[in-house]
């Protein structure tokens, strides 16, 4: 954990119950890391995002935006009430919403999402929008999804540059939590690739995997010493082993993309079914 980093989490917000739920688990995370939380709501109006009026006149009609408002200083005034140790602001934002939070991320120290919109904000946390704030998003990006558990965060590893980057944040979320880091590395051929029979047997391809992860993971793990540190070597496809290992997790966190041999373990498409599928918040890390 970096005791000087003052950057907020930004919390996409709306009046649905999946906007709350996001807001209160920020709110819970930002006590751990001893954050400020930002509320953000995004006020879409016809002409946002038309290419033929790519930039809106003036704000929307005024009692749309005043109650927009109002609820979002409710919110502010609900979430500091209940956690009286977090700075807590809030801020209405013209414009569609996976632009404003694509923006927002570049100053925000994670942005956290629900797992579900409504309103003036519909698809603001669903399917298209949210898989393009995960895709886009300067700073990590957690779906608030599943059950709050007190149990260790997970975090899956490929070796690739986007999943270092992903173990590093799990490492610190683990570290403010107090909690164990059980690092999953997934494994397994596609049918039919044409890989020779030998080369399949899992007990090898475990070891081999375990070698060649061991020494990159040794680098993150000195960073948070105090954090105990399990590793987990399965053989099986990605997405089955994350979604197994999301069952006893607090926390789930991936890359948004894998390379070589491991490719698919952290792409899109895991990172899509984790998000929408996982029994736990999701946390998805971009790397440049």
Not at 64 to 86: E, K, N, Y
């Amino acid at each position: 954990m970096n005791p000087t980093d003052d950057r907020p989490i930004v919390v996409g917000t709306d009046d649905s119950a999946g906007a709350h739920r996001a807001v209160d688990w920020a709110l819970d995370e930002a006590a751990l890391l001893v954050a400020p939380v930002r509320l953000t709501r995004a006020l879409e109006w016809p002409g946002v995002a038309n290419p033929l009026v790519p930039i809106a006149a003036g704000w929307p009609d005024g009692e749309v935006r005043r109650g927009a408002q109002r609820s979002l200083d409710a919110a502010v005034v609900s979430a500091g009430a209940r956690r009286p140790d977090v700075e807590v602001t809030g801020e209405l934002c013209p414009g569609q919403a996976a632009e404003v939070l694509r923006d927002r991320s570049a100053e925000a120290r994670m942005l956290v999402l629900g797992d579900g919109g409504h309103g003036g904000v519909r698809d603001f946390l669903l399917g298209s929008t949210t898989t393009a704030v995960a895709s886009h998003a300067a700073s990590p990006v957690v779906v608030v999804r599943g059950e709050d558990r007190q149990a260790p965060v997970v975090a899956g590893v490929d070796g690739s540059d986007g999943s270092m980057l992903a173990l590093d944040f799990a490492l610190s979320q683990a570290d403010a939590a107090g909690v164990k880091l059980r690092v999953v590395t997934a494994w397994a051929p596609p049918p039919g690739d044409g890989v020779p029979p030998p080369l399949t047997d899992p007990d090898r391809l475990t070891e081999s995997v375990r070698k060649a992860l061991h020494e990159r993971l040794a680098g993150p793990r000195a960073r948070y010493p105090d954090v105990e540190v399990e590793e987990s070597f399965v053989y099986d496809r990605p997405v089955n082993a994350m979604l197994d290992a999301a069952e006893r997790a607090r926390l789930v966190v991936v890359g948004s993309r894998g390379h070589g041999g491991f490719a698919g373990l952290l792409l899109g498409s895991v990172s899509r079914a984790l998000m929408n599928h996982a029994s736990c918040p999701v946390a998805v890390v971009r790397g440049t």
